[in-house]
């Protein structure tokens, strides 16, 4: 069985459409070069932005002051390196956002504390978060904003429903067929959702292993059930159990 609706992985896979509609994947380096500010890793918001610019290829930034999420988020990958202090972090992303290369840093500091650095450093992301955030940070986005830095919408992230394919452990080998049916279905130029199902995985964590997925309209998820029937006919999936 296929599934649809919310998953661990849609907020990320939300994110990462919001993501490529306001900044083209032009290339293998995706949104390589490009720096987000992706607020504050205790939220779910923040979590599944940084996700998504790794999948993306960006370069991203966030801010915790919560020792145990840094941690957490340190073992499970989401972020590469954690640091104390803005110009540690610039050491960083400096060299990776010059090679176009994806990496994520968390500053072991307050969002509020780390704008406010920004702010101070003439700092510039190119993109923002689309979540809501206190008066006093809103000045100093809004200054980012006139300086050239975009704000992610989430509306546009919203029009396909998030379909996913899952297997059980005995049949994870069977996970690249499905998403071959899945890539078959979608349009060749489509970059952004190819990019999505080659390199989720990489980034998502272990549930990752078993269960993918993607944004497909009605008639290619029509399509793409047709593939996957094909293959159970054919008893090619073995033991697979989708869902």
Not at 50 to 77: F, Y
Not at 92 to 108: D, F, G, M, T, Y
Not at 119 to 146: M, S, W, Y
Request: some cysteine.
């Amino acid at each position: 069985m296929l599934a649809s609706g919310s998953t661990p992985f849609e907020a990320v896979y939300r994110n990462y459409v919001a993501l490529t509609e306001v900044a083209s994947l032009a290339d293998d380096s995706g949104l390589g070069g490009k720096l987000i500010l992706a607020g504050a890793l205790e939220s779910a918001s923040g979590m599944a932005l940084v996700a998504a610019a790794n999948i993306a290829g960006a370069a991203s930034l966030v801010a915790s002051s919560d020792a145990q999420a840094l941690r957490q988020a340190l073992r499970d990958g989401v972020v590469d390196f954690l640091v104390n202090s803005l110009e540690e972090a610039l050491r960083i992303l400096k060299n990776e956002v010059r090679k176009r290369q994806a990496v994520s840093v968390a500053a072991a500091v307050s969002r509020e504390h780390l704008i406010e650095e920004m702010t101070r450093r003439g700092v510039l992301p190119d993109l923002l978060p689309p979540d809501g955030v206190d008066t006093g940070e809103q000045r100093n986005l809004e200054a980012f904003v006139r300086a050239g830095a975009k704000r992610l919408r989430m509306d546009g992230a919203e029009q396909q429903p998030y379909v996913t394919w899952s297997v059980d452990q005995a049949a994870t080998r069977w996970l690249p067929q499905l998403d071959g049916c899945a890539r078959a279905v979608i349009p060749a130029e489509d970059g952004a959702r190819h990019r999505w199902l080659r390199l989720a995985p990489r980034y998502l964590g272990r549930q990752a292993q078993r269960q993918h997925g993607v944004g497909l309209n009605a008639a290619e998820r029509g399509a793409f059930e047709a593939r996957v029937s094909q293959l159970m006919t054919a008893a090619e999936l073995g033991s697979a159990s989708l869902g």
